[in-house]
T-cell receptor
Framework: GAGVSQSPRYKVTKRGQDVALRCDPISGHVSLYWYRQALGQGPEFLTY????????KSGLPNDRFSAERPEGSISTLTIQRTEQRDSAMYRCASSLAPPSQGSYEQYFGPGTRLTVT | AQSVAQPEDQVNVAEGNPLTVKCTYS??????LFWYVQYPNRGLQFLLK????DNLVKGSYGFEAEFNKSQTSFHLKKPSALVSDSALYFC????WGRGSTLGRLYFGRGTQLTVWP
């Protein structure tokens, strides 16, 4: 079946512009997660949702970052007034059930490579 | 606080030889432990997980991992390496129980495995 999809796969933007990154989880997956991965590092947690409710946003680096999942399916991660330090791979993942219900693994999408010039 | 250490940036092994990729972790409470593999230009792929029970966990593509509670380790192993196993491997941990931070996976920095013919 279809996996997690993300768009765009590559995004180049100028400093100060806003960007919106989209994630389409595996059909039927309840939970959706956003991570950021710098070169040479492992993914770093940003935020996650159960259905449409944002559960934990403590990983968002500052208030320029926000995420939503209004209908409990597709999610958008928005970065306002981008800065060069925001350049990274942004990865989305989904899991069948909420983490409170067990050890459900997270399935990752291909990522969006964001470059801020 | 949760954390993962992968002490080796690179592991090189000859095809047909056994391989080990090391991982140690720190977590409050009991851990769920995961291994993911990343191929170039692709997302992270789930390999295997430890929940509870048997210390030796079997996963995809002939990989297995050994959980050692006293050493807080979860090393990835394979009895006979293939050239196609060459990739970047990530160990990850999360706590189980209840709480809003349960969703986040903590990743190591990754270990580049190279299997030469």
């Amino acid at each position: 079946g279809a996996g997690v999809s993300q768009s765009p796969r590559y995004k180049v933007t100028k400093r100060g512009q806003d960007v919106a990154l989209r994630c389409d989880p595996i059909s039927g997956h309840v939970s959706l997660y956003w991570y950021r991965q710098a070169l040479g590092q492992g993914p770093e947690f940003l935020t996650y949702f159960n259905y449409e409710a944002q559960q934990d946003k403590s990983g968002l680096p500052n208030d320029r970052f926000s995420a939503e999942r209004p209908e409990g399916s597709i999610s958008t991660l928005t970065i306002q007034r981008t800065e060069q330090r925001d350049s990274a791979m942004y990865r989305c993942a989904s899991s069948l059930a909420p983490p409170s219900q067990g050890s459900y693994e997270q399935y990752f999408g291909p990522g969006t490579r964001l470059t801020v010039t | 606080a949760q954390s993962v250490a992968q002490p080796e940036d690179q592991v090189n092994v000859a095809e047909g030889n056994p391989l080990t990729v090391k991982c140690t972790y720190s977590v409050s409470g009991n851990p769920y432990l995961f291994w993911y593999v990343q191929y170039p230009n692709r997302g992270l792929q789930f390999l295997l997980k430890y929940i509870t029970g048997d210390n030796l966990v079997k996963g995809s593509y002939g990989f297995e991992a050994e959980f050692n509670k006293s050493q807080t380790s979860f090393h990835l192993k394979k009895p006979s390496a293939l050239v196609s196993d060459s990739a970047l491997y990530f160990c990850a941990v999360r706590a189980w129980g209840r709480g809003s931070t349960l969703g986040r996976l903590y990743f190591g920095r990754g270990t580049q495995l190279t299997v030469w013919p």
